[in-house]
């Protein structure tokens, strides 16, 4: 079956950021096993907050009331078999534009409410399919744990849409990534070389295979060593 894959990155930095270099070696990998894919910068679009009017379930039901760039998104994630949620860690969560492409995505469900698993209560669905869901993420801190808070996020956002969510990558010592320190080079082409590997096998076998994701999650450099050289580079900052 031809897939298609959508990245909606919430990077303020767009394609200069390091959210970018993990998408677009995860992109290439997608390709090569071929699927079809676009890569959305959400700060090149216009997104307005939502506004908590509900428009979206009475008046007009499965359509915003604000006339902006978030019609067009929604339809595009929509037609998609894979969405690709990428932003990088802000304060333990995601970027506000990504959080206004979250609370913009309302439309998505229906108001009703029905008893979801482990006994909670969710949104009933307004479609029958919905694209499944990979999380991507980068932080400034060196270890994995800080992405705590916003896996349990990405976990806990699917729940209304009945969607499924078929890999994690996240990536700590983030700031590495667009670092042109000629010994990180091997590292960083390493790193990217796993990427491609991943995106591969979510597209053919939807996950990531355990070895491959335990690659992903290791630290690029020690921790401490991260610590002494980001602290390095802040010093004219105080
Ligand atoms: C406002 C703000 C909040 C941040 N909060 C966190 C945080 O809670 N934890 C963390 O490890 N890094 C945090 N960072 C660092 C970013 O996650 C890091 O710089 C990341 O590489 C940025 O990704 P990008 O280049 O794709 O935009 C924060 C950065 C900014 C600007």
Redesign the pocket.
């Known amino acids: 079956m031809h897939m298609k894959v959508t990245v909606f990155n919430g ?3 767009d394609d ?5 270099v993990i998408v677009s070696a995860l992109l290439e990998g997608m390709e090569k096993s071929g699927a079809s894919t676009e890569n959305v910068l959400l700060a090149r679009k216009k997104i307005g907050h939502c506004i908590g009017c509900f428009t979206c379930w009475t008046k007009t039901p499965g359509r915003c009331v604000l006339k902006d760039d978030m019609e067009e998104l929604l339809k595009k994630y929509m037609a998609s078999d894979i969405v690709i949620m990428a932003s ?6 995601v ?1 506000g534009i990504m959080k206004d492409f979250m609370d913009r995505s309302l439309p998505l469900a229906c108001p009703q409410f029905e008893m979801g698993d482990a006994g909670q209560t969710r949104h009933v669905s307004r479609y029958e399919k919905y694209p499944s869901i990979v999380w991507v993420s ?4 060196p270890e994995k744990d ?1 992405f705590a808070v916003l896996q349990l996020v990405c976990e806990r956002d699917i729940r209304n849409n009945k969607a499924e969510v078929i890999a994690q990558i996240y990536r ?1 010592q ?2 590495l ?2 670092s042109d320190t000629p010994e990180l080079k091997p590292i960083l082409e390493r790193y990217k070389g796993l990427l491609r590997q991943a995106g591969a096998e979510i597209v053919l076998k939807r996950k990531i295979p355990v070895d491959l994701q335990a690659e992903l999650d290791k630290p690029l450099i020690p921790e401490e060593e991260y610590s002494r050289k980001a602290n390095g580079s802040w010093n004219s900052g105080r």
């Open positions: 990077s303020p930095k200069r950021g390091n959210t970018h990088p860690l802000y304060v333990d969560h970027t980068n932080c400034g801190f800080q700590s983030g700031p990534l667009t």
